[in-house]
C-alpha cells in the first residue's frame, strides 16, 4: 500500500510561512534542490490544497524555459509538470498540468488511492494536512528544517486534540544548514 507522506520546509521556529505568505527565507540550493528532485521523482502523486497547489502552477509548468533556472530547478519542473496531482478544493473549477480536483477528504477515496500500483503520495499545504491528520491518514513527516527564525507566520501544525506517536526513520544534514527529520507514524 503507497503512503501518504506530508513534507514540509519550516523554520526552525516552526513558521512554514511567513506573515505575508513569504518563503523567502527558504534555503534552497542546488544540493537540496537535487535531494528533492531524487526522492519527489518517485512518488506516485502530489496532494495538495488550492493554495499550495496555485502557487506550484504559478511558476513550475514554464520554470524550465526560464534562462535563470538552474539545472535542478529545470529538472524539478518536469517532475511537476509529469506527476499526477490531487488539489482539493471548493472553490476551484479547473486545473491544469495533469490534475484532478476533489471538493472533500472522503477517506475511503483516499484509502483507493493508497491501494493502486505506483510510488507514495507526498501531502503539502498545512490546512490539508490538518484534514489528512485529523482522519489518521499521514503515514510519514518530512520536515525540512531551515536555520532561520522568522518570528511569526503560518505554523506547520495547527492546536489538535489527540497525541501521534512517531518513529525516527532518518535525519539528514545539508550543507547549507537544513536538516530533514524524517518521522514514520507508529500504528
Not at 512518488?43 to 513550475?60: E, I
Not at 492546536?159 to 525516527?168: A, F, I, K, V
Amino acid at each position: 500500500m503507497r503512503k501518504i507522506v506530508y513534507s514540509m520546509s519550516v523554520s526552525l521556529d516552526g513558521f512554514m510561512e511567513g506573515p505575508n505568505h513569504d518563503i523567502d527565507w527558504h534555503r534552497v540550493d542546488e544540493e537540496l534542490h537535487l535531494h528533492f528532485n531524487e526522492w519527489l521523482g518517485t512518488m506516485g502523486a502530489f496532494l495538495s490544497g488550492r493554495v499550495t497547489h496555485q502557487l506550484m502552477a504559478d511558476f513550475w509548468p514554464t520554470a524550465d524555459a526560464d534562462p535563470a533556472s538552474t539545472a535542478a530547478m529545470v529538472e524539478f519542473a518536469g517532475i511537476w509538470r509529469d506527476m499526477p496531482k490531487i488539489v482539493f478544493s471548493r472553490t476551484l473549477e479547473r486545473a491544469d498540468w495533469n490534475t484532478t480536483i476533489k471538493r472533500d477528504v472522503m477517506v475511503e477515496e483516499i484509502r483507493a488511492l493508497q491501494a493502486e500500483p505506483g510510488g507514495d503520495l507526498v501531502l503539502g499545504g498545512a490546512d490539508l494536512a490538518a484534514t489528512f491528520r485529523r482522519l489518521d491518514l499521514i503515514d510519514e513527516y518530512r520536515v525540512y528544517v531551515h536555520p532561520v527564525l522568522i518570528g511569526r507566520g503560518r505554523p506547520m501544525f495547527r492546536p489538535m486534540e489527540g497525541t501521534t506517536d512517531l518513529r525516527l526513520a532518518e535525519t539528514r544534514g545539508f550543507g547549507n544548514g537544513v536538516v530533514l527529520l524524517h518521522y514514520a507514524a507508529r500504528r
